[in-house]
């Protein structure tokens, strides 16, 4: 029988699995929504970027929010206006309402994985939270390995107008039963002092080496994922001359990898904190050889031809990003001081969002340009080596043992 926090942690998973089933709604149905409004494959990869600027926008003022408020009001807030935003995406009939339902969708997905993670500090202690926290990760891989045969099998059934209503209506009943079961835990799982998130505190975090790491490591990260989430099946129509259900099919299994790579990304960080390595090393290595190895993988599926070999350098290539995906998260609860996870989680997210923003849209230009996905890959693989190497030389310490700018002591200074 499941105990009361790994219910929990089951009930953020199907939140986060819906959360990217709507993100990537768009994606699957690419073609038809661009015939029905108009949208040219530099237009479409705008629109598929705007989600971004709010979802970005919002994920400080998000996590401290989440910190001060705490994650129950305000992830049940978060899933009903997304669910609402994707609701109106599919009542509208031009473009322009549309982006602002992709707007309202990104400012509502916000706090999604910041909020989880603090649950999932709250109810785990340090040494215990990676797998949590890979599999509440794991969710941003299995809801787009479930997205395109299902949102496929919607659209060809229903249209893609019901398809967004549809799934819509099941964020809004998520939404209703998290704010029926979820209690906050009698104190966090590590009783330490906490430091509440105010205007110094927040700057104080800026100041941080680790901070940046975290943020530029989570751009590498997300940009390769999110390119895929957002233009795998274009890719698989329109190089690999599939039909619009195969492109739907065989874009899950890709995805599929990435499941599975997030949840060993939790294991992994958890095994190498139990064999002797620092929590932060523990967590710290997985992230740095996980973006190696998706440039790799991402750079060799830019030279190959056929759509066999491309798949399976894909599926290396989300299994690795997302290893890398949960081992980030992990990191970021480990570097953050008590009080601040979902802030700091957030701060590393505006990374992640910056390279969500920036892939669909980069991606568009250079295959309406070029005439091909393959130069758009090789931009992610270099994108996913720099990541790399900066988080490699500024996450160095956790916050509270850095020498000077400490949080602590702007927490003091107030």
């Known amino acids: 029988m499941l105990t009361r926090r790994q219910s929990y942690i089951g009930l953020l998973m199907l939140a986060g699995c819906v959360n990217y089933i709507d993100r990537s709604a768009l994606s699957v149905g690419n073609l038809p929504i661009s015939h029905d409004l108009g949208l040219s494959a530099s237009g479409i990869g705008l629109l598929l970027s705007m989600f971004a600027w709010t979802y970005g926008l919002a994920q400080i003022p998000a996590g401290l929010l989440v910190d001060r408020v705490g994650p129950k009001p305000v992830l049940g807030a978060a899933l009903a206006l997304w669910s609402a935003a994707q609701i109106g995406a599919g009542l509208v009939t031009s473009s322009a309402p549309f982006a602002v339902a992709r707007l309202a969708l990104g400012l509502g997905e916000a706090p999604m994985y910041t909020g989880g993670v603090r649950v999932c500090s709250d109810w785990f202690e340090m040494r215990e939270r990676g797998l949590p926290i890979g599999l509440l990760n794991a969710s941003s891989a299995l ?139 523990a967590c710290k290595l997985p992230l740095v050889v996980g973006l190696l190895l998706t440039a790799g993988c991402v750079g060799a599926a830019s030279t190959v031809s056929g759509a066999a070999p491309a798949i399976a350098l894909f599926c290396g290539a989300l299994f690795c990003a997302n290893l890398a995906s949960s081992a980030g998260w992990a990191l970021g609860a480990v570097v953050a001081p008590a009080g601040l996870v979902a802030t700091v989680e957030a701060i590393q997210n505006v990374g992640g969002s910056v390279g969500g923003a920036l892939a669909p849209a980069v991606t568009g230009i250079v295959r309406q340009s070029t005439g091909s996905f393959a130069p758009a890959l090789q931009i992610a693989a270099g994108l996913a080596v720099v990541s790399a190497g900066l988080c490699f030389l500024l996450v160095r310490q956790v916050i509270s043992e850095e020498s000077h700018g400490s949080v602590l002591d702007a927490a003091a200074s107030r």
């Open 143 to 281: 809801g787009p390995a479930i997205a395109p045969a299902l949102l496929t099998v919607l659209m060809v059934a229903a249209g893609w107008r019901s398809m967004f209503v549809l799934i819509g209506v099941l964020g809004l009943l998520i939404a209703l039963l998290w704010m029926l079961v979820y209690r906050n835990p009698p104190q966090p799982a590590d009783a330490k002092p906490a430091v509440l998130p105010s205007r110094a505190v927040f700057l104080a975090l800026l100041r941080q080496r680790a901070v940046w790491g975290l943020v530029l490591s989570s751009l590498g990260v997300v940009y390769v994922t999110w390119l895929f989430g957002t233009w795998l099946p274009a890719y698989l129509e329109g190089e690999q001359h599939m039909s619009l259900y195969r492109a739907g099919l065989w874009s899950s299994v890709p995805q599929a990898a990435g499941f599975v790579g997030a949840v060993l990304g939790g294991l992994l960080s958890d095994r190498l904190g139990r064999a002797g390595l620092t929590p932060l090393l």
